[in-house]
T-cell receptor, first 112, second 107 residues
Framework: DGGITQSPKYLFRKEGQNVTLSCEQN?????MYWYRQDPGQGLRLIYY???????QKGDIAEGYSVSREKKESFPLTVTSAQKNPTAFYLC???????????FGSGTRLTVV | GIQVEQSPPDLILQEGANSTLRCNFS?????LQWFHQNPWGQLINLFY???GTKQNGRLSATTVATERYSLLYISSSQTTDSGVYFC?????????FGTGTRLQVFP
């Protein structure tokens, strides 16, 4: 079955460490997105990519980095520069030019 | 950028009750969607509705694009309807989400 997989589901990080969240899709979608969700808030866009080897900053890109070396994969690195990284992170994909998003099940990151 | 506001922020219902959720947006859009996020965090698309009315079982949605709002109706609510409902609008090449309405349905 086609879908989008995020791993791990839960992640704990010590302050000052970088951590990478995985997002893989087998839907043959060109576009992929990373959103952050804080308790009681909506989804805010971190980064998105419409095509391999290209990506754009969203509304809250500071302290995050991404790469898009393969169509299927769009990993997100939360760097030590991100001051409040504890949140729920959602990855999505779509066919470029459409808004038919498919979401992963999310990664809950906690800084300890 | 486009602003998306949802109301009410929280809603508590008893099973069987009906409810209406509202989404206001600040600019013309060619895309509007409603999503449901279950208690485990999974987001599922409910409706793609840039204008007009659609129905799917106990859920229906109406968007009045000229007045920049959309409504999601839930009839005869069930405990499985609990979760957060998001409205999202298209902005160039991405979706912008509202802050959501948290719905709790009790038996």
């Amino acid at each position: 079955d086609g879908g989008i997989t995020q791993s791990p589901k839960y992640l704990f990080r010590k302050e000052g460490q970088n951590v990478t969240l995985s997002c893989e899709q087998n839907l043959n979608h060109d576009a992929m997105y990373w959103y952050r969700q804080d308790p009681g808030q909506g989804l805010r866009l971190i980064y998105y990519s419409q095509i391999v080897n290209d990506f754009q900053k969203g509304d809250i890109a500071e302290g995050y980095s991404v790469s898009r070396e393969k169509k299927e994969s769009f990993p997100l690195t939360v760097t030590s520069a991100q001051k409040n990284p504890t949140a729920f992170y959602l990855c999505a994909s779509s066919i470029t030019g459409t808004y038919g998003y498919t979401f992963g099940s999310g990664t809950r990151l906690t800084v300890v | 950028g486009i602003q998306v506001e949802q109301s009410p922020p929280d809603l508590i219902l008893q099973e069987g009750a009906n409810s209406t959720l509202r989404c206001n947006f600040s600019d013309s859009v060619n895309n509007l969607q409603w999503f449901h996020q279950n208690p485990w965090g999974q987001l599922i698309n409910l409706f793609y509705i840039p204008s007009g009315t659609k129905q799917n079982g106990r859920l229906s949605a109406t968007t009045v694009a000229t007045e920049r709002y959309s409504l999601l109706y839930i009839s005869s609510s069930q405990t499985t309807d609990s979760g957060v409902y998001f409205c999202a609008v298209g902005d160039t090449d991405k979706l912008i989400f509202g802050t959501g309405t948290r719905l709790q349905v009790f038996p």
